[in-house]
């Protein structure tokens, strides 16, 4: 799915269709029920990012968004030829013509005439997100720090790629509950993000897979930022870093990519009693602990991503998911 480098590299791309006009909206497929004539010889006046949304301002017409989701792209062309998948053209009056093509066709496509307003959080490239603000975000919330990254209503772009190789840069375990990050680990966290963001944004983004799902450029070159991915689709790769094998865990059903070595903390570090088990740091919750002792993990291996079937919780809890409540 494309995140935030993907977005702006396709967006940095479609400048040049600034000032062209909507010669003609044509609809594909019934799914977007986009109102066509409403773009009829409307103006492109801008084309920006938001999140991971597109954002083609169209003057007083207002804002067309178009978010990619899984397997959505915008191609640039000037070819009338018959592109598989299209789900929708924007012909412009310059003789070019937006292609959205989409596969799985989970993508969206809709005219915003009051204007674009979403319930999105901070954008991480812009000079708002500071180690300060991030470190305000993480100090809210339970949530894995991880799932927290991905949380579009609290920072606007990041998904399962970009989130796992900012925990890797920042040495923090994806499962850390963010509100147990120190001021320093968030602002490691922090220089994670814009350091990788920035970085893949150089790269063009990341192209993954070799069907016509990729993520493409509107030019179709591709980013290559897949090249330099340090854990996110490398299990069982050594770590650049420390050499262990990257492991691949499942958070909220999605994939975790992570070095067990160098992003371990002492969240999981336990030791055993006489009366049972008894956690060494004090960060570590009575929830990890439990999950450690009933899964007989030894200290300092990995919570399991989903309970082993014959995993019995403690008197008094119970399993939720991938972790155990009283
Ligand atoms: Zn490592």
């Given at each position: 799915m494309?995140e ?13 269709i ?21 773009l ?43 592109i598989p998948?299209?789900?929708l ?52 919330s339970?949530a ?25 840069r ?33 790269q ?26 340090a ?87 119970e399993?939720t ?6």
């Amino acid at each position: 799915m494309p995140e935030l480098p993907e977005v702006e590299t396709l967006v940095r791309g479609l400048q040049s269709i600034l000032g062209a006009r909507i010669r003609e909206a044509q609809t594909l497929d019934d799914r977007l029920s986009l109102p066509a004539d409403a773009l009829r010889d409307a103006p492109i006046e801008a084309v920006t990012r938001r999140g991971k949304y597109i954002v083609i301002r169209l003057g007083d017409r207002g804002d067309f968004v178009i978010h990619l989701r899984m397997s959505g792209r915008l191609r640039l062309d000037r070819s009338l030829a018959e592109i598989p998948y299209t789900r929708l053209i924007l012909r412009l009056d310059t003789g070019q013509s937006v292609y959205f093509i989409d596969p799985r066709r989970l993508g969206t496509a809709l005219l915003c005439p009051q204007g674009f307003s979403p319930k999105l959080g901070m954008e991480p490239l812009s000079d708002a997100f500071t180690p300060q603000s991030l470190a305000a975000i993480t100090k809210a919330s339970r949530a894995p720090i991880k799932q927290l990254l991905m949380d579009q209503s609290k920072i606007a772009g990041i998904g399962n790629i970009y989130a796992s190789e900012s925990l890797w840069r920042a040495k923090i375990d994806p499962r850390r509950r963010a509100n147990s990050l120190s001021a320093e680990e968030a602002a490691a966290v922090h220089e994670g993000i814009v350091g990788v963001l920035a970085d893949a944004i150089s790269q063009l983004g990341t192209t993954l897979g070799n069907g016509i799902s990729d993520y493409r450029r509107s030019a179709e070159a591709g980013g290559s930022f897949q090249n330099h991915l340090a854990v996110y689709g490398r299990e069982n790769e050594p770590c650049e870093r420390c050499a262990t094998p990257v492991l691949r865990i499942l958070q909220g059903g999605r994939s975790t990519y992570l070095c067990p070595s160098c992003q371990k903390t002492e969240t999981y570090r336990v030791r055993r009693t006489t009366d049972g088990v008894e956690r060494d740091n004090p960060r570590a919750s009575s929830i990890e602990r439990a999950s450690l002792v009933r899964c007989g993990r030894k200290a300092g291996s990995p919570v399991p991503a989903a309970w082993p079937s014959d995993c019995i919780p403690p008197r008094g809890w119970e399993k939720t998911g991938h972790s155990l409540r009283k």
